[in-house]
């Protein structure tokens, strides 16, 4: 089964700009991959942020955009809020249901 | 709007059964893939078990497949995961999801597997 990796944390200073990144074991992310992007709060479900590697959903912020940065999917964060403190998961699919998450970033706006 | 409501969570020995159920609404249930995915306490969020908006097509984590089994009944917009042989470590809030563009998650249902 592939290990999808991520940085287990990061810290980012209020109004800056923190990129966060997702790696596969199989090689080189793609978009066939449909990196995915979902933020968790504690004690909330999470909600996705990005899709399909850069798509947002409509409760997305502006601030966050995402995209593949050399052979992984990134998620940018320009101008970090104090409310965006929390955790970061990617996810990955591997052909027809089959998928992985990455083991989360955890977000620290300090 | 979107509901996903899971259900059937508890407490349950080490070799015991549960059954999950995710009621859904809003969206026409049999046109998307649904995930279950589950969170251990503390920890990062891990994918269980796939299946299509059929229902013919089904995968499973390493660590569950042989023991859980995932199902949808299309009829009652309903999204099923038997649990059998439940194992300590399948202890963990159980989210069942939407696919397809971006994800819909339900609230989860707490699963405990303790003597």
């Known amino acids: 089964q592939a290990v999808v990796t991520q940085e287990p944390s990061l810290t980012v200073s209020p109004g800056g700009t923190v990129t966060l990144t997702c790696g596969s074991s199989?090689?080189?992310?793609?978009?066939?991959?449909?990196p995915y992007w979902f933020q968790q709060k504690p004690g909330q479900a999470p909600r996705t942020l990005i899709y399909?590697?850069?798509n947002k959903h409509s409760w997305t912020p502006a601030r966050f955009s995402g995209f593949l940065l050399g052979d992984k999917a990134a998620l940018t964060l320009s101008g970090a809020q104090p409310e965006d403190e929390a955790d970061y998961y990617c996810?990955?699919?591997?052909?027809?249901?089959?998928?992985?998450f990455g083991g989360g970033t955890k977000l620290t706006v300090l | 709007e979107v509901q996903l409501v899971e259900s059937g969570g508890g407490l349950e020995r080490p070799g015991g059964s549960l059954r999950l159920s995710c009621a859904a609404s809003?969206?026409?249930?049999?046109?998307?893939?649904m995930s279950w995915v589950r969170q251990a306490p503390g920890k990062g969020l891990e994918w269980v078990s796939g299946?299509?908006?059929?229902?013919?097509?089904?995968h499973y984590a390493d660590s569950v497949r042989g023991r859980f089994t995932i199902s949808r009944d299309n009829s009652r917009n309903t999204l099923h995961l038997q649990m059998n042989l439940l194992k300590a470590e399948d202890t963990a809030l159980y989210y069942c999801?939407?696919?397809?563009?971006?994800?819909?998650w339900g609230q989860g249902t707490p699963v405990t597997v303790s003597s």
């Open positions: 999801a939407k696919e397809v563009g971006a994800w819909y």
């Open positions: 809003g969206f026409p249930f049999s046109s998307y893939a």
């Open positions: 299946i299509s908006g059929s229902g013919d097509t089904t």
């Open positions: 199989t090689g080189a992310v793609t978009s066939g991959h449909y």
């Open positions: 399909h590697t850069t």
């Open positions: 996810l990955l699919y591997y052909g027809g249901t089959r998928k992985a």
